[in-house]
């Protein structure tokens, strides 16, 4: 919070407070998941208070939210990724470090529970969209100069929970999960164009709870290499992934099955100086699935706490396409046609990477095979307008999905998503 505002507001200058609200309407028809037909709707409803304290060695901050979702159907697939009422999303203690190796070195450790976004979010991440948000405790440290920067932590995630059913809305006190998350994240940048390299290495053992041969150990390499969009240049972001280690066994009887999975994403494009500043990008993206659901291999990408909003479209009710079994070419115009007026149209054209897995965001598996991997097309839209200096965004979208020959085969048809959201800052 500026000092000006604090000495409006009466706070002492050590002390500062913010609130952000989200409200958000969607509509869903023409229901794509295994099981259920019709239409599904629901409004969801996030508030959250931050306090602040920042004194001249350390800083104290705690955030308190309150994340719940209305006016869903009795059937509606709800789960942690939609409620989570009442509690203690962060509590954690910051130490500003300095100076560790040079004159420019700056940097930080935090110890307690907290939120964070690594890299490209797309493997850890604060949730933005989606309206509960993912959070850890444990420690995190990072160091950066004027050209790299260092990210190390190790958690235990949290465990959101509800007391009765999810569509109760009903709060139950968090929990760490047994679970522990680990990484680090190095990034550089190479030239004077801003080309940067990142580089990372995740661990996730996962089900510690369950019996030894139902455990998810595994490990996550990454490297990505990219270069920011600035108008009149061209732009690009590709990222490749390995993961492996074990997975769990297909029953009780049998051994851990071997972990090996892949991730690959590009874009590339351009940025035009023109009225309404038009950025145009090819995209395309890949999650390897299971070529044979019932051998001793697992090939299922598991993208941990990375979010996929920005790749793939809306999350809420939608939540159609994820980075798991997928093979995904697209186009995407990004347009600016005020100083506060965003938007974009996307088109995607996704696949199933092995058909034998099925489309597993929406709970098909097919271990015999269905013959056919196309899942449709999918164009979607978003427009946000940002009023009163950024303190209240007003953010709307529709998403239709075209069906392919597989969702023929699955007797369902086209789908079109509708949302319109407030976020308001203060």
């Known amino acids: 919070m500026p000092a000006q505002a604090q ?3 009466g706070l002492p200058e050590w002390l500062s407070l913010g609130f952000e609200q989200q409200s958000r309407m969607q509509h869903l028809e023409g229901q794509f998941r295994a099981g259920l037909d019709g239409s599904d709707q629901g409004f969801e409803w996030r508030n959250s208070l931050t306090a602040e304290a920042a004194f001249e060695k350390f800083s104290i901050t705690a955030e308190v939210a309150d994340m719940r979702t209305y006016l869903t159907d009795s059937g509606s697939p709800l789960d942690s990724f939609f409620a989570n009422p009442l509690d203690i999303l962060q509590a954690n203690v910051t130490v500003p470090i300095a100076n560790v190796f040079s004159e420019s070195d ?15 979010r797309r493997f850890v991440a604060r949730n933005r969209f989606r309206n509960t948000i993912n959070s850890f405790a444990g420690v995190q440290a990072r160091l950066e100069n004027d050209s790299s920067s260092l990210d190390l932590f190790y958690t235990r995630p949290t465990a959101r929970r509800v007391s009765g059913d999810w569509i109760d809305n009903d709060p139950k006190l968090d929990k760490q999960s047994s679970d522990f998350f680990w990484g680090a ?84 494009g351009y940025s035009f100086e023109a009225s309404w500043q038009p950025r145009l990008s090819f995209i395309y993206h890949y999650g390897s699935g299971d070529k044979d659901p019932l051998d001793n291999e697992s090939n299922e990408l598991d993208h941990l706490f990375g979010v996929p909003r920005p790749d793939f479209g809306p999350t809420g009710s939608f939540r159609a396409f994820q980075r798991v079994n997928t093979s995904s070419p697209g186009l995407m115009l990004n347009l600016q046609p005020a100083n506060n007026i965003d938007a974009y149209i996307r088109w995607q054209r996704p696949s199933l990477a092995e058909e034998a897995q099925g489309w597993r965001t929406t709970r098909y598996r097919h271990p015999g095979n269905l013959g056919e991997d196309f899942l449709g097309d999918q164009l979607e839209t978003r427009v946000r307008w940002h009023l009163f200096s950024n303190k209240l965004s007003i953010d709307g979208g529709y998403v239709w999905i075209n069906a392919g020959p597989y969702m023929d085969l699955v007797n369902k048809g086209d789908s079109h998503y509708y949302y319109l959201q407030t976020i308001l800052r203060l």
């Open 7 to 9: 000495t409006e507001s």
């Open 185 to 268: 994240y190095f990034t550089t940048r190479l030239t004077a164009q801003a080309d940067s390299l990142q580089l990372y290495l995740l661990g996730a053992d996962e089900k510690r709870d369950r019996p030894a041969n139902q455990r998810f150990d595994v490990l996550t390499t990454g490297a990505r290499l990219f270069r920011n969009p600035t108008a009149g240049s061209w732009h690009y972001d590709t990222e490749a992934v390995y993961q492996f280690g074990d997975a769990p066994a297909l029953d009780a009887n049998s051994a851990l099955l071997d972990h090996k999975a892949r991730y690959f994403h590009l874009s590339i």
């Open 106 to 120: 700056r940097g930080f450790i935090k110890v307690g529970r907290f939120t964070m976004d690594q890299g490209s």
